[in-house]
């Protein structure tokens, strides 16, 4: 039910209204309905007039904390970004030795299983594959940052040549972990393919692709000189945009390296399985059927 309000109130504002609006072509009631709709939308911009006051005071706040937001990082930051940088170095070059032993022990690997079977391995058959990975891995590193070195303030694009050098080393980590994996794959699949033993099923028509001398001597699975005390991540939080984003990049990259240390681990673990399952298949009698399964 709408409120009841004075016919003669109700009257003296439609004619005020119509006063405002003399054109008004049409009958009586719609010159009367024109006008109340003229009255409202005026009483609504007046609204809206006092409302832009409060918020033009708002505006200008934000605009405060925006400009802090995009200010440069300051040189007591740009410090602390260099001081918790450059430790995490030396645990990146430290996996990669790590990485260069357990290359040899993979290579050992490869040369016992082809002395048996008179093949080469073919480990890198996915070359190409191992090219998509690369570009992979570069473009997820660089698309997390934001913004290019060039877009960046001073202080804040130091950091970040800093956190890209650091980058392109993890990358060279991940890379050759990637080569140590596949040559273990390639020897796995050479055991697992050839059910019959080193000389296939029919062992009186081998005969040797190639000379493939034995290695005498057994590399080491681990170097006591490759161990490295992992990184610590130092918990930040910043109000400058820079600041914030180079905080998730130096993030990103302790896991990374904290990564590529367990998966290293692993891969190790892997080998030496893989190196008693290369015994049990160079010592098989060829000619007789038994699978070992290697994956």
């Not at 109340?36 to 005026?42: D, F, G, P, V, Y």
């Not at 990082?73 to 030396?90: A, G, R, W, Y």
């Not at 032993?101 to 080469?120: C, E, F, I, P």
């Amino acid at each position: 039910p709408f409120a009841a309000v004075p016919c003669f109130a109700w009257q003296a504002e439609v004619d005020s209204a119509l006063l405002q609006d003399d054109q008004c072509v049409g009958s009586e009631s719609d010159c009367v309905l024109n006008a109340l709709q003229l009255k409202s939308r005026k009483d609504s911009e007046d609204e809206l007039m006092e409302e832009d006051v409060f918020e033009d005071v708002e505006e200008g706040e934000e605009d405060e904390e925006e400009l802090e937001w995009l200010k440069d990082i300051s040189v007591k930051q740009k410090n602390h970004f260099k001081h918790i940088l450059s430790p995490l170095q030396k645990p990146i070059v430290t996996e990669y030795k790590s990485l260069s032993v357990l290359d040899k022990y993979a290579d050992y690997l490869m040369g016992k299983t082809s002395n048996a079977t008179g093949q080469k391995i073919l480990w890198n058959k996915k070359a190409g594959l191992l090219q998509s990975e690369e570009e992979e891995l570069d473009a997820s590193s660089m698309g997390r940052r934001r913004h290019g070195s060039q877009s960046l303030p001073p202080r804040a694009r130091y950091v970040n040549k800093i956190l890209i050098y650091l980058e392109k080393e993890m990358k060279a980590v991940w890379n050759l972990h990637t080569i140590v994996d596949r040559k273990r794959w390639g020897v796995g699949d050479v055991i697992t393919s050839s059910p019959y033993g080193p000389h296939g099923e029919h062992p009186d028509n081998w005969e040797a692709n190639g000379s493939f001398p034995l290695p005498l001597v057994t590399p080491p699975l681990s170097d006591n000189k490759t161990v490295a005390k992992m990184p610590k991540l130092h918990e930040h939080e910043y109000k400058s945009k820079y600041a914030e984003q180079l905080q998730e990049d130096y993030a990103a990259l302790v896991q990374n390296i904290l990564d590529a240390n367990k998966k290293t681990d692993t891969l190790r673990t892997a080998l030496k399985k893989m190196n008693g399952l290369a015994d049990q298949f160079v010592s098989e009698e060829s000619g007789v059927f038994n699978r070992i399964e290697t994956q």
